[in-house]
């Protein structure tokens, strides 16, 4: 249903926007998910079925699911992580599938007047009927599809059938018909799809599942999200959007508005409660409403005393009230809604600066919040297999790394009501992408667009509620590659009648289309064309105005690290280095005897060039840390080197302020066990990047930032109250012998950056050995350190690093473990295992400057003595040829 508008959101002419947003789940009395029995089969007639004899026999299916999990399930295929069966496996994609559901319908909900079928994610191309006749045709994995059969069902004996038809088989003909192609993304390496004829942006389905620089090509089928079966008699409560009149400290006044379809016209009384983030009533409500066929909103104001506001992690607490909405008309209950809501506002700011750029950042109840986080991408190449609770580890990491903010990039799938639920609760910002991950749509056709845009009102309906979004973007990289990666250039060289046919339907469905549906749907969230970009204006990534992707560190020309130091943008909203997973987590995927950097089945998990991405890691490792003797060596260096780099660019974007107002790097997650630019691997084990992110990200830190022989220190604090502290310089030899201090009372003043100063190399070396000096400098609170950074003259390699010398304790402590460490020299990126044994640390990654004591919590089910003969320390005086 059309969400109703008769309150308009408040705004300013600065922009900024007043919202309440809401956790909504809308279940009403009769509806449920259906309850069946799945099967599934190879479609009957389909080419495949000669090489794959038997398959078009019904088995066992599982849905919500996926067919290749399907086949997992009945032995039928080899688990597709596991060595690299990728290749042998596509065959999958280019096939047509069927699933039936049997089932039987309760007499309660024959009896009612009206019934619908809900299908929460058909993935993609599906025909589906209903006893025998045909009931719909869904081409959009991304919607919710739904049929109405009042008076189709029986008590027993329903038969749903579901046909998939490849989307690669389907389209390929139309797409090689085309005299001149738009751009894909990925090709394909294993001959299922032509190179120069891609079909993944002409079908509204997980672009990748096509095969991404992270993760397989594996081009899924299923029923991917659940079926629910919904019936009612005179009324039912669909929907529900809450206004924001005026909100501040002191007061807020609401409007909360139900929807309310009625087959016929008649009276009904809606009846609210609130409570407060305690559990306490707050409000009841009740609002008569006269109702005419269809649709009909029934707006009930609420004013609220002193409301307590949600804010991001760092600046306050998340409260949240708990609504209910009950609708009953006619004496019969036909519909309820519980929600838990967060009250506050949002704006991003663009203000102009005196050099002509432009700003980009993100304020929250009137506060400017410096955005610190990262990109996520899929949990899983089937989505299916992804539960809560893999989505509270993925999140709650990110929380504890102190991150405020998750960009949800837009080559996935919109994620379960459950992810952003728990970003609510957790304080995380999220920027939510439309699911376009690159190249260029077909949005010169106007069904195309018509589909996505019922795509985009769909799901802005079903997550505009939650606190936590505060962003819509229209895609990632496309209009960046249109306009500096030589797509539209190439075009218009080959047909500039349809390169400019193709840029208007470009600038029809991401400038005015998907800017109108988030206008009307999205409750006043701010609307952003396409990441990186500035909104439409001529250049795509800048760094003076808008977001910025930032690839010639890693991408090509592959620069050196220090170049992130030489790149100062308004919001950095991608940048990355790759590493490999924790050794663990690659165990039982890639055998014992093929872990060698260059091994048949290393390069099928890695996916960067085509399978070459350890070239690369090999430059950045060699040229900095050195050759590493073996491959574990390989896979610690890689993560060294990944940690180091985005530690500098992150701590430079965050020294910048309030210039540079955010700081998200490629990327969070994992989507399978293998190389990327993840900060935790696909287990949910931390790599050394995430160890280092909850210091360089955390609320108060020190930025020692070494360029052109010249250190610049920072001292940063996000939080708004004001830092007494103390900063110290120290310089020390590598067995700690102390060259001189430096030490410093300040206030550093609430949400800043503070340069306190910038020393060069011979200031502070004063005719020391670079190889065997270094500086360390803290951020003090009397005599604890908040923060340190230890600053290093040359190369890591050049470093005149001894072996190194541990002394450490283990014991118990409370439910947990405490490890003390010690060093009589300095140790440079010690990785601290517990071999064999799942084990979490507080900390990890880190120096050891020498004669300092560190302790660091460790939590694991193994008993003491297990646990100290598992230890094992790693630092890079060890790992090198």
Known sequence: MRAPRPFRVLSSASGWLLLLLLSVWALPLAAAPLVAEWSFRLLPGDPRGAAHPGLQQWRPAQVPGAVHTDLLAQGLIPDPYVGAPEAGLQWIGLASWEYRARFDVEAATLARAHAELAFQGLDTLATVSLNG???????????????????????????????????????????????????????SPYGDEPRDAMVGNFVRKPGYHFGWDWGPRYVTAGIWRPVQL???????????????????????????????????????????????????????????????????????????????????????????????????????ASGRIEQRIGLRTVELRREVDRQGGQGFAFVINGVPIFAKGANVIPLDMFPARVDAARIRRELTAARDANMNMLRNWGGGYYEDDVFFDIADELGLLVWQDFMFGGGMQPGYDPAFRANVVAEARDNLRRLRHHPSVVLWCGNNEEETAWKDWGHGRDLTAADPVFAAKVWQGYVDLFGTDLRQVVAEEGLGVPYWSSSPGNDLDEKANDSTRGDKHYWQVWGNPALPVTAYLR??????????????????????????????????????????????????????????????????????????????????????????????????????????????????????????????????????????????????????????????????LRVMDLDGTLRSTRRHAVAVPPLSALEVGRFEDAALLNGADPARTVAVVELLDGTRVLSREVVYFVAAKALALAPAQIDSALRADGDGYVLTLRAPQLVRALWIDVDGIDATLDDNALDLVPGETVTIGLHSKADLPTLRRALRFTSLADVTR
């Open 133 to 187: 006749r045909p009931l719909l045709q869904a081409d959009n994995s991304h919607r919710t599809w739904r049929a109405r059969v009042d008076g189709r069902l029986r008590a027993t004996g329903n038969e749903l059938r579901i046909v998939l038809r490849s989307p690669i088989t389907t389209l390929l003909p139309r797409v090689q018909a085309m005299p001149h192609k738009i751009a894909g993304n990925y090709p």
């Open 230 to 332: 919904e019936s009612w008699d005179a009324q039912r409560l669909t929907g529900l959007a809450v206004h924001t009149r005026s909100l501040d400290a002191a007061h807020a006044a609401l409007a909360i508005v139900a929807q309310v379809e009625s087959a016929a016209a008649g009276k009904a009384a809606v009846h609210v409660e609130v409570w407060d983030p305690d559990g306490k009533p707050v409000a009841r409500i009740d609002r008569e409403a006269t109702l005419q066929a269809g649709d009909n909103p029934i707006s009930v104001p609420l004013e609220l005393a002193q409301p307590r506001r949600w804010w991001p992690v760092g600046q306050g607490e998340q409260a949240r009230y708990t609504v209910r909405a009950s609708l009953v008309g006619d004496g019969t």
């Open 567 to 728: 790149e100062t943008p308004r919001f950095m909203s991608e940048y990355g280095l790759q590493a490999w997973p924790v050794l663990r987590t690659l165990e039982g995927i890639i055998p014992p005897a093929e872990q060698q950097v260059d091994s048949a089945t290393v390069r099928a998990h890695q996916k960067f060039m085509a399978g070459e991405g350890n070239q690369r890691l090999r430059k950045y490792i060699e040229e900095a840390y050195g050759t590493p003797r073996d491959f574990p060596a390989f896979v610690y260096l890689s993560q060294v080197m990944q940690a180091d780099g985005i530690a500098l660019a992150a701590l430079h974007h965050r020294a910048s302020r309030p210039y540079t107002m955010g700081s998200l790097y490629w990327q969070l997650n994992d989507v399978w066990p293998g190389a990327s630019w993840s900060s935790i691997d696909y287990a949910g084990r931390w790599k050394a990047l995430h160890f280092r992110a909850k210091r360089f990200f955390a609320d108060q830190a020190v930025a020692a930032l070494r360029d052109e022989r010249v250190t610049r220190v920072s001292l940063l604090n996000d939080r708004q109250q004001g830092l007494q502290a103390t900063w110290r």
